[in-house]
């Protein structure tokens, strides 16, 4: 296979443009072959889920309050969950296919993926293909967010307060008719939609994993400081609407838990830092599988540099300390300083190698996705008193 065959076939791999959900969405015209029609999808799923709530609820009179504790309009967790997440989840996937898309194209254009491994990198994009493309992992999928899904959002997430979808009689859901709706259509639907994007991260994870067990061709002095690798770093950007959404989930749910349980901000604290973790493992922890061979580059190069070093600086110590020039050589003008120069900054590049093909920044700019929805919550450790008072001790 030759350079422009295999730059076709990485260029062709996308981890969301396969699936039966996705056949399914191209035949009903909610998208098109290349994830099109985004508005309208955005559209349609948060009408599914959230519009039937709403009117059930005003058929039903539980949308602003009464003998409810937690009316419809008042449930934020319901809202941020079908308007806010559950379109992000959406987005999430165009912007990761654009970003992420290009990236396999570079192992080939930059050349590092060699000849003798094309074949073997070839066969590994046709398996997570394949994968993505299963019939039964989504049907498992579905029977998932039935079942164990469902459980662990009544027993977990469902306030214990009586709301506007169930009232709480001995530790047992009645659900009313919103209710219904809401725990068998539109909690599975958005369980369904985020346990797909989580089953794609694992192929992204399983792939990255794959090709960087190949024989590849990295480059120690690379100025990225990565061996040439540092494009792989720009794939968390790909991630930061999902991480939004996730950040939104976790909002909402905590919001609820303040409003209408009792509950702090802080008392959450554990929570929130887990949920952190979670998050930039999920991003940043398939990139890592890069790492045991950036180690052995770094190695490797620092021992032959070291080696190449050695020679030349004893070569110069020789020629210029110890009266070996030509008498006609000056040493002002000469090559050798100069070389000797670019000698040092490969070695110190090599040095500085790191063996994570991400920044700090990148782990920063990461957890601030995750934690910026989170923000507005930090309003509910001060009363508006306190608010305004220092508002008006700063401005006054």
């Known amino acids: 296979m030759n350079h422009s065959q295999d730059s076709k076939q990485a260029d062709d791999f996308s981890l969301l443009l396969g699936g039966p959900l996705f056949q399914l969405l191209i035949r009903a015209r909610l998208s098109t072959d ?119 959002w009544v027993s977990q997430v469902a306030l214990e307060s009586a709301t506007w979808y169930a009232a709480n009689v001995d530790g047992h859901h009645h659900y009313y008719p919103a209710g219904y709706w809401y725990a068998f259509v539109s909690i599975p639907v958005f369980h369904f939609l985020l346990l797909r994007w989580y089953f794609r991260i694992f192929i992204w994870a399983r792939l990255l994993w794959q090709v960087s067990r190949l024989d590849l061709d990295l480059v120690p002095t690379h100025p990225d400081h990565v061996a040439g690798l540092a494009f792989l770093g720009g794939s968390a950007v790909a991630f930061w609407p999902l991480l939004v959404s996730q950040g939104a989930i976790l909002a909402g749910q905590l919001a609820n838990y303040i409003f209408y349980e009792g509950k702090s901000l802080l008392d959450f604290k554990l929570e929130i830092v887990a949920a952190v973790v979670f998050l930039l493992l999920v991003v940043l922890g398939p990139l890592c599988v890069f790492a045991p061979r950036l180690a052995q580059v770094k190695r490797q190069g620092l021992s032959e540099y070291g080696d190449l070093a050695y020679r030349y600086v004893r070569k110069f110590d020789d020629k210029w300390l110890r009266g070996q020039a030509p008498l006609d050589e ?11 120069n670019d000698l040092a900054g490969s070695f110190e590049v090599i040095h500085t190698m790191r063996l994570f093909p991400f920044s700090k920044s990148v782990v920063l700019k990461t957890a601030i996705a995750v934690l910026a929805p989170l923000l507005p919550l930090t309003l509910t450790m001060f009363s508006l008193e306190d608010i305004l008072k220092r508002l008006f001790g700063i401005l006054f």
Not at 67 to 76: E, H, L, Q, R, T
Not at 116 to 124: G, K, S, V
Not at 330 to 340: F, H, N, R
């Open 34 to 152: 290349t994830l099109g029609l985004v508005k309208r999808r955005l559209i349609f799923f948060s009408l599914f889920t959230w519009l039937p709530l709403l009117v059930l609820s005003v058929l039903t009179g539980d949308t602003l309050g009464g003998a409810i504790k937690v009316p419809f309009f008042y449930d934020v967790d319901a809202h941020v969950r079908f308007l806010v997440a559950l379109p992000l989840l959406l987005v999430a996937e165009l912007v990761f296919d654009q970003r992420c898309r290009p990236i396999l194209r570079r192992f080939i254009v930059r050349e590092i993926i060699p000849p003798q491994a094309r074949l073997e990198f070839e066969a590994i994009i046709g398996s997570a293909m394949r994968l993505r493309d299963s019939v039964m992992i989504e049907v498992l999928l579905i029977i998932l967010v039935l079942t164990a899904g469902h459980y662990l």
């Open 330 to 340: 000056q040493l002002v003008g000469s090559g050798d300083i100069q070389a000797l």
